[in-house]
């Protein structure tokens, strides 16, 4: 069936280095989402992307959408300690449209 | 907040027994999921309602079924509950429930001893 990858399953980093997760659809998605869950929090929207190649920045956040539109990346510049949490990303499931299909997301951890 | 509430924020119950985890969704909103996220996992997606009608169904168990009432709240009923059936449960709403954006409730966290 429809998969979404998600790579890496942890990231630890050094408060200010960078971050980046990966996503990688086995098909081609008409959209992909991301989402935030802080620890012991529920998942937040962050932003949808919806057209080829398309770049979108919030703040320090910079979101790709690839060519091919099967895979993003999220990427976070000089990392602060409120970045901590789980990134998701998830994308239309192509058959009916009704749900999401999740990536296992990316936990990003700040060493202390 | 995202405007979705869930009850209970927490229930803690023995094995063989049955729960039911309640959800409103944001207003307006006419689509409902239930997703189950175990303990440092990803999120499982359960069940879809839309407007009252199931639209879409993922890994749910038969012990588990939901329904969603013409006032729109949603209702997932657990039964014959056990160990590994411990995990948050959370709820999300959609306008129209066709892959948008989902606006996720606070959670039920369920703690089946």
């Known amino acids: 069936g429809q998969q979404v990858m998600q790579i890496p399953q942890y990231q630890h980093v050094q408060e200010g280095e960078d971050f980046t997760t990966y996503c990688n659809s086995s098909?081609?998605?008409?959209?992909i989402q991301w989402y935030k869950q802080r620890p012991g929090g529920h998942p937040v929207f962050l932003i949808q992307?919806?057209?080829s190649g398309e770049v979108k920045k919030q703040k320090r956040l910079t979101f790709q959408f690839g060519e091919a539109k099967k895979n993003s990346s999220l990427h976070i510049t000089a990392t602060q300690t409120t970045d901590v949490g789980t990134y998701f990303c998830?994308?239309?499931?192509?058959?009916?449209?009704?749900?999401?299909?999740w990536g296992a997301g990316t936990k990003l951890i700040i060493k202390p | 907040d995202s405007g979705v509430t869930q009850t209970p924020k927490h229930l803690i119950t023995a094995t063989g027994q049955r729960v039911t985890l309640r959800c409103s969704p944001r207003?307006?909103?006419?689509?409902v999921y239930w997703y189950q996220q175990s303990l440092d996992q990803g999120l499982q997606f359960l069940i879809q309602?839309?407007?009252?009608?199931?639209?879409a169904k993922g890994n749910i168990l038969e012990r588990f079924s939901a329904q969603q009432f013409p006032d729109l709240h949603s209702e997932l009923n657990l039964s014959s509950l056990e160990l590994g059936d411990s995990a948050l449960y959370f709820c999300?709403?959609?306008?129209?429930?066709?892959?948008?954006?989902?606006?996720f409730g606070p959670g039920t966290r369920l703690t089946v001893l």
């Open positions: 999300a709403s959609s306008v129209v429930g066709m892959a948008d954006t989902q606006y």
């Open positions: 207003s307006g909103d006419l689509s």
């Open positions: 309602y839309y407007n009252g009608e199931e639209r």
């Open positions: 098909t081609t998605l008409s959209n």
């Open positions: 992307l919806v057209k």
């Open positions: 998830a994308g239309p499931e192509r058959d009916s449209n009704y749900q999401l299909i």
